[in-house]
């Protein structure tokens, strides 16, 4: 559907750098990555906003570098929404048809439909000032679809939301998705919005792309110590690696041998994700290959979970429920024995 050839464009401050990758038809593809990093660039240079140094863009097969953007049936939802200030809810969702000389009835009969549709109705006469951020955002979607795109961008859609109205507008967009089976290319700083949306993920650093894959391939199997700390891993373990037992890799940190499933040898950097990590007050029979005898070092209280810092030999982080915190009696300083798979042990 899209192919990003060899893309690059230098404005000084931001750059993007030799970039290659292709979008499915009907993804929904996030690019995510820290402030800065050249993620917005890339989508308005999808969109055709601006022209790249080098490298090509392809929709459809179809050459459309120098295209501009009302050629390349593109709808465009910014981080602000960029909603008229003087036009009314109806008129701002109506834009894009007037543009295109539609009918004046079936103009009302289109964007009344999609007044319905997103539950904006009642808001038909009010200016974007008077209304809250989910009216507006929900306003915005209905502007950018109404002119049935092939391709939705949405820069960062999110991120001036309340967690509430967050929540709602991610069941939205997934709705939106399924409904009008369109292309999302979303922009996004925000790991939990790409875990919930994402059939694939691109992390973007400094311009290029760090790593391609589904949320699964990203979140647990990062590629480099970039995107194993940007998505949250927490536990990045440096080792030397050597083959071992039952097709087991043995990492050996110096302090510690923790056992992989992934075969590798050498200089590595052992990851594991918190969530994989279990605690039991007693050496308990287990699958796990891995199992350590260590003391809290540490106790962050988050509201719904706790995390934890285990000193093992090596600095280990977890998280656990409040529940299993209570039911555990953990504290400052106590014993405690850690477990977790091989195959939790992601290697790089």
Do not use: C
């Amino acid at each position: 559907m899209i192919k990003l050839e060899n893309l690059s464009r230098d404005w000084k401050e931001f750059k993007i750098n030799n970039i290659s990758l292709e979008i499915n038809e009907r993804e929904y593809f996030i690019f995510l990555g820290p402030s800065g990093s050249g993620k917005t660039m890339l989508l308005e240079l999808i969109a055709g906003m601006w022209s790249p140094d080098s490298g090509k863009i392809f929709m459809d097969g179809i050459d459309v570098t120098m295209q501009p953007p009302e050629k390349r049936g593109v709808g465009f939802v910014y981080q602000n929404y960029m909603l008229f200030p003087h036009k009314t809810v109806f008129e701002n969702i109506a834009f894009g048809l007037n543009i295109r000389k539609v009918d004046k009835k079936e103009i009302q009969l289109q964007v009344e439909e999609m007044m319905d549709l997103f539950g904006i109705t009642k808001l038909s006469n009010r200016l974007p000032r008077t209304l809250s951020g989910g009216e507006q955002q929900r306003t915005a979607l209905a502007r950018a679809l109404i002119i049935h795109p092939k391709v939705l961008l949405m820069d960062e859609p999110l991120s001036a939301l309340d967690r509430i109205t967050r929540e709602e507008l991610i069941q939205e967009f997934k709705r939106i998705h399924k409904k009008f089976e369109v292309t999302i290319i979303q922009v996004t700083h925000n790991f939990d919005e790409a875990l919930q949306l994402a059939d694939r993920i691109a992390i973007i650093k400094e311009g290029t792309v760090s790593q391609v894959g589904n949320t699964d391939d990203v979140f647990r199997h990062p590629k480099d110590e970039f995107v194993a700390d940007f998505v949250g891993t927490e536990n990045i373990i440096k080792g030397v690696a050597r083959e071992g037992r039952d097709n087991l890799t043995i990492v050996d940190t110096g302090n510690i041998e923790i056992k992989s499933s992934e075969i590798k040898t050498g200089s590595v950097h052992a990851t594991i994700r918190p969530e994989d990590i279990t605690l039991s007050n007693d050496n308990v029979a287990t699958s796990a290959r891995n199992v350590f005898k260590g003391f809290i070092k540490e106790i962050y209280d988050l509201g719904t979970i706790i995390k934890l810092t285990i000193d093992i030999g090596e600095p280990l982080v977890l998280v656990l429920t409040r529940q299993s915190f209570l039911d555990l009696e953990l504290n400052v300083g106590k014993e405690i024995f850690v477990y977790f798979k091989a195959t939790a042990v992601n290697l790089f």
